[in-house]
């Protein structure tokens, strides 16, 4: 064992020390750092690693209900959310001394390293280890991959897909050329991975990996049936989990993944090209969420650029590998401007990205690629002694300009998890069942019933939940339940008469009903889709259990035989991989890159990191980004402090940014409502942009130390008349209809309404 440890030492590529060392800033706030932040995606990641723990302690592998969500009438949410990411997270979580919080920060951590290894192998392979240095600089540091996916969303799942899909394109890169049984397995499990990653981008992913097996067919114009058949076989052994999704599609609610005109509804997603190529915002610590920008990375988009001019210049023999990344690096920005509305509007399932911008991770595989190989050209042009400090240049690039992004504002202890933890979260209306539109809810129910005390009350006691409705029960019946398993529930129930036993639970198919053994007579409890079990007079037991239904034993066959295929395929082509053609020590070159990205590490450390230099930290009535700041007072509750606005002059049609910066003056106990009117001269309203919560943010749960940013687009009338116009904000409470007063610095009103400044309309 020693001997081959040893020998697999002296034969690794030790190129993969300077991609450790390249990834580190980006991981470092996840390792420097206990805990994770409320308030993003990864909180309700934690609680589902917290339930799916739960449940696979007390023996159910692989459950697809989660019972304690939804005030414990349970919803199926394992069954339809891709579940890679929680299973990972269980690895870690089931270690002794480490919980769920500890879990997704790992998947967060797997994911960012990942990511590097997969783009790094993959240029390696293509175009040589300095373009590898580089590609894996570029991707690591896009904002999107670097800090608004993994910091301010929090959306693990998205996350590990970027990590993944590099990793999946350079292990069927690598069977496609030198097909052996080691890189059989890798190729069709790093893709089945992306597929249970995440459930729209594994769908983007898996299709970009066909397409890219369809271009190599056409550029090198040979058979790629091995590649195809690590696809079909990756499809197999993911479909216990995608197969049911579509099987079962119409058993839940997901009309609410869709919306018109608000935060799900793709149209107001769109970005604009400048917005798309500008510079990255600094982060600010005393903003409950800082402004920021989706952008591509202004290192990204110019390394991208000059690597395609480089490469129709220079003609290179292998540039056709390139253009497959060029094209689909265009096609995916294309689809988030608003001039693809149409195509968004014309394929069915896209509406379901919800976000446009969601493509930014994607598109920022296809420009480390390209960066990539355009190193590799760029360097050819060099003399010799010339290309190692050229190398560390590229590679510094966007580390530096990514150092800003370095610095998320820190986060307090996540604090305890546990069922209790999430019903009182429920309680209070931040979300139900780790969803805030009722997504994935059974289809059956048609009003979302209210919190039962009586049902929860197993929450606080620390006991299994009666799910019974005792007040339904008829006189001098007497009802016992026990919960054999989280998803088996036995009641002894000894009835004098016929009756219908209620259970708060959702029906959902899957849930089986025995009375005495036998296959019981139910029906559905309206409106709140419960089940309701038909039960004869004297004594009796019925037993609730959660089973596969066809569907899902049919996908879970399908995976068991494209297991067992792939590893019989494995061993019918079993011989000993090859290492990597490059040189597995160190160079002069690689010396240079790895000396320079230490030393910036030890910079950002022992100087930028602790000097605050990288990051603003507002605090009083101060917004230190603002471009423009001022001071209203709304009630003496909450306090407007300044205002950007993208531009004082615009055309009709045109769309205007505004972002609004607001601090509460003291604790809120009300959910004030925002609008921003645009206003003629004669009081006209011709435009405004209404929200329920400012800045996305329930005033009620505004802190006080710390300033709300609240984005605003504004679209004016294609008719608007040229002239100026006053653009005004306030606030209100929509349900009563009252607005919150705009008063002096003595108290007194002196309007309901602050204008922030006045707008030209010029002629088109």
């Given amino acids: 064992m ?10 690794l590529d030790k190129g993969f020390l300077v991609v450790l060392a390249i990834a580190f800033l980006a991981i470092w706030p996840f390792i420097s750092r206990a805990s994770l932040p409320e308030g993003t995606d990864a909180e309700l990641h934690i609680f589902r690693l ?12 692989y459950p697809r209900w989660a019972p304690d969500f939804y005030h414990g009438y349970g919803y199926p949410i394992f069954n339809y959310y891709a579940p890679l990411t929680y299973y990972l997270g269980l690895l870690v979580e089931l270690l002794p001394r480490l919980d769920a919080v500890a879990g997704i920060k790992a998947v967060f951590v797997m ?3 990942g990511g590097g290894v997969g783009i790094y192998g993959f240029v390696r392979d293509n175009w040589g280890r300095p373009a590898g240095y580089v590609a894996t600089a570029v991707f690591l540091y896009t904002p999107y991959i670097q800090y608004i996916d993994p910091h301010v969303r929090g959306v693990a799942p998205e996350t590990l897909s970027f990590g993944l899909f590099p990793l999946a394109l350079w292990s069927l890169d690598r069977f496609r050329r030198e097909q052996t049984g080691v890189r059989w397995l890798t190729a069709v499990f790093t893709t089945a991975a992306v597929i249970l990653s995440h459930n729209l981008m594994g769908l983007l992913f898996f299709g970009l990996l066909a397409s890219w097996i369809i271009w190599q067919y056409l550029s090198e114009n040979r058979s790629n049936g091995r590649l195809w058949l690590v696809l079909l076989l990756a499809l197999g052994l993911s479909a216990f989990f995608w197969l049911p999704v579509i099987a079962e599609r119409n058993a839940v609610n997901l009309n609410t993944l869709l919306g018109r005109g608000d935060n799900y509804d793709f149209h107001t997603h769109f970005l604009s090209l400048s917005e798309l190529l500008a510079f990255s915002r600094r982060i600010d610590w005393g903003a409950t969420q800082s402004p920021f920008r989706f952008n591509l990375g202004v290192g990204q988009w110019v390394m991208a650029t000059v690597s395609v001019v480089l490469l129709i210049w220079q003609r290179a023999h292998w540039r056709q590998k390139v253009w497959f990344f060029v094209v689909v690096a265009g096609g995916l920005i294309f689809m988030m401007l608003p001039v693809s509305a149409f195509v968004w509007e014309t394929v069915p399932f896209l509406p379901f990205f919800q976000f446009p911008w969601r493509l930014l991770g994607a598109t920022a595989v296809m420009l480390a690629i390209i960066s990539g190989a355009g190193t590799a050209l760029l360097l050819s042009l060099l003399a010799e002694k010339w290309q190692g400090w050229a190398t560390a240049v590229l590679v510094l690039v966007p580390l530096l300009l990514g150092l800003p992004l370095s610095q998320p504002a820190p986060w307090p202890d996540f604090g305890p998890v546990n069922i209790l933890r999430i019903s009182e979260i429920e309680r209070t209306g931040r979300w139900l069942g780790t969803t805030s539109t009722a997504d994935y809810v059974p289809a059956t129910v048609d009003i979302i019933p209210r919190r039962n005390e009586a049902v929860v009350a197993g929450f606080y006691e620390g006991r299994p939940l009666d799910r019974v409705n005792r007040v339904t029960l008829p006189p001098e019946t007497e009802v016992i339940g026990e919960e054999l398993r989280p998803l088996h529930y036995r009641y002894t129930i000894s009835a004098p008469k016929k009756f219908p036993l209620r259970l708060f639970l959702f029906d959902f198919p899957g849930w089986h009903v025995f ?43 399908i995976s068991f035989v494209s297991l067992l295929v792939t590893f019989g395929l494995a061993r019918l082509w079993w011989k000993r991989p090859s290492w990597a053609q490059t040189a597995t020590t160190f160079t002069s070159l690689d010396w240079y890159v790895l000396l320079s990205v230490i030393g910036l590490i030890a910079l950002y450390l022992f100087w930028l990191e602790p000097s605050g230099s990288l990051h603003d930290n507002s605090t ?20 407007l402090l300044g205002f950007d606005i993208s531009s004082l002059q615009a055309t009709p049609g045109e769309k205007l940014s505004l972002t609004l910066y607001w601090k509460a003056l003291k604790p809120l106990d009300i959910n004030f409502q925002v609008f921003v009117h645009v206003l003629a001269q004669d009081g006209r309203l011709v435009a405004q942009s209404d929200k329920l919560n400012p800045g996305e943010f329930p005033t009620r749960r505004w802190p006080l130390d710390k300033y709300v940013p609240d ?54």
Wanted: hydrophobic content about 40%; charged content about 20%.
């Fill in 111 to 113: 994911a960012l390293v």
């Fill in 50 to 61: 917290y339930e799916l723990s739960r449940l696979v302690r007390a023996g159910e592998l």
């Fill in 620 to 639: 009083g009535q101060v917004v230190e980004p603002a471009a423009h700041s001022l001071y209203a007072d709304f009630g003496q509750q909450i306090a």
């Fill in 2 to 11: 020693v001997k081959q440890l040893r020998e697999f030492w002296q034969r």
């Fill in 711 to 764: 984005q605003h687009i504004i679209e004016l009338p294609a008719e608007l008349p040229p002239g100026t116009y006053t653009v005004a904000t306030g606030l209100w409470v929509q349900s009563e209809g009252w607005r919150l007063p705009l008063v002096n610095e003595n108290g007194d009103q002196i309007g309901d309404n602050v204008s922030l400044f006045t707008l030209t309309v010029n002629r088109r």
């Fill in 515 to 557: 009375l005495d053994g036998q296959p019981a007579q139910t029906e559905l409890g309206r409106p709140e889709g419960f089940i309701v079990v038909k039960v004869p007079a004297g004594t009796h037991t019925v037993d609730v259990i959660f089973l596969d239904t066809p569907a899902r034993m049919v996908a879970e066959a």
